[in-house]
């Protein structure tokens, strides 16, 4: 009775209790969080057909096309919005000043300072701002946009599937002990009688709190494998071959780091204080001793020279892609085990205190010994 209790009500406890999490989480929750807790595929599912994920990517490319098509770029800007249809409150505050007829430069720079810091509408949008050029969008720059959104797109769906199945397995153990506790108290009366005894209470109230102690631990765990933290060098570095694809000099193609993050800005607002190009550099160079002092180098020999300088800082952005799968892959391969050890020290203790240990401590205290009188 018990086993087919545990059979019938176990899958139908996860999928009530994923519901609550996707609805709880709904408002506010970036991609990888919510793909993160939504472990069952119905549940998935039903995120996905009330809370669509953007596609930036794509985006671009209906840009693209309108623009080689002979669009003007407001018309094509206007008409990709509409397509899309993107969520975000920046993409409703750009969709209402192109249709006021404002310039789509100063309407992308309104719509990014309105966009979270280090978010992906952020960096769609500085991507949209760099690939424009005299307020005219380049089919190629938007192109490369394009595949940089792809790339960083499959990097979370990736980071996505490991934290969902880390999810699963934590979920799964975690929740299992209070489902047996629940059916041994349904069908047997004999536990439900001794449950209140104190040599059953205590294992119970241990059990319990070494269960959340360890959940809170794996969730921390996850969460800060599942992160997704900024790459300054290779952000200003796909901004650069963007800014590059257009035309631009590397001087003005430097200048718009301003809208990427506060290092690009700081050395754009050297640049623009009539700095050497060099010295207008050394701030990435202090911050990143290797990547940033490689990619300054660089900038400085291409204006030195002169020569051609797109191929080589395409070689640099696709070291820093390749760099960037290799340290996700290494996040998800460590994942298993570092959860191995709230685990083993908190969620299988629990799990013996909390569905073993009371069955047997129930048992033994009903047990009674009778000794022989002193007469006999």
Do not use: Y
């Not at 960037?324 to 298993?336: G, S, Y």
């Amino acid at each position: 009775m018990t086993l087919v209790l545990i059979w019938f009500s176990t899958p139908r406890f996860f999928l009530l209790f994923d519901v609550f999490e996707m609805q709880r989480r709904l408002h506010g929750a970036d991609f990888i969080r919510e793909v993160a807790t939504s472990s069952l595929p119905s549940a998935r599912h039903q995120q996905r057909a009330t809370s669509p994920q953007p596609d930036f990517a794509a985006f671009c490319e209906s840009l693209a096309r309108a623009t080689r098509s002979g669009t003007a770029p407001h018309d094509a800007l206007l008409a990709s919005l509409r397509h899309h249809q993107l969520q975000h409150q920046c993409w409703g505050t750009l969709l209402d000043d192109v249709t006021a007829m404002r310039s789509c430069d100063s309407a992308l720079a309104i719509a990014r300072e309105s966009a979270q810091l280090h978010s992906n509408d952020a960096q769609c949008l500085s991507l949209l701002q760099s690939a424009m050029v005299h307020g005219n969008f380049v089919p190629s720059a938007l192109d490369h946009a394009s595949s940089v959104l792809r790339d960083h797109a499959a990097c979370r769906a990736e980071l996505a599937i490991a934290a969902s199945q880390a999810q699963l397995s934590a979920r799964l153990l975690s929740m299992l002990p209070f489902v047996l506790l629940g059916g041994a108290i349904l069908v047997s009366p004999q536990f439900r009688s001794s449950l209140w005894s104190p040599i059953v209470v205590c294992p119970l109230l241990i059990g319990m709190a070494l269960n959340r102690v360890g959940w809170r631990w794996i969730t921390s765990l996850i969460a800060r494998a599942v992160h997704d933290q900024p790459d300054d060098i290779g952000q200003l570095t796909e901004h650069l071959c963007v800014s590059l694809r257009t035309g631009l000099s590397m001087s003005l193609a430097c200048e718009r780091w301003r809208s990427v993050s506060p290092m690009g800005s700081s050395v754009a607002d050297l640049i623009s204080a009539g700095a050497p190009l060099e010295e207008a550099l050394l701030p990435i160079a202090t911050a990143h001793p290797i990547t940033g002092k490689n990619l300054g180098h660089t900038i400085v020999e291409a204006e030195r020279d002169g020569l051609p300088i797109l191929d080589t800082v395409l070689r640099l952005a696709a070291d820093h892609r390749n760099e960037r799968r290799r340290q996700i892959d290494t996040r998800i391969r460590q994942l298993p085990t570092r959860l191995s050890i709230p685990l083993v020290l908190c969620v299988l203790p629990s799990f013996l205190l909390l569905s073993v240990a009371p069955l047997v401590l129930a048992s033994l205290s009903q047990l009674s010994v009778s000794l022989p009188s002193v007469t006999q």
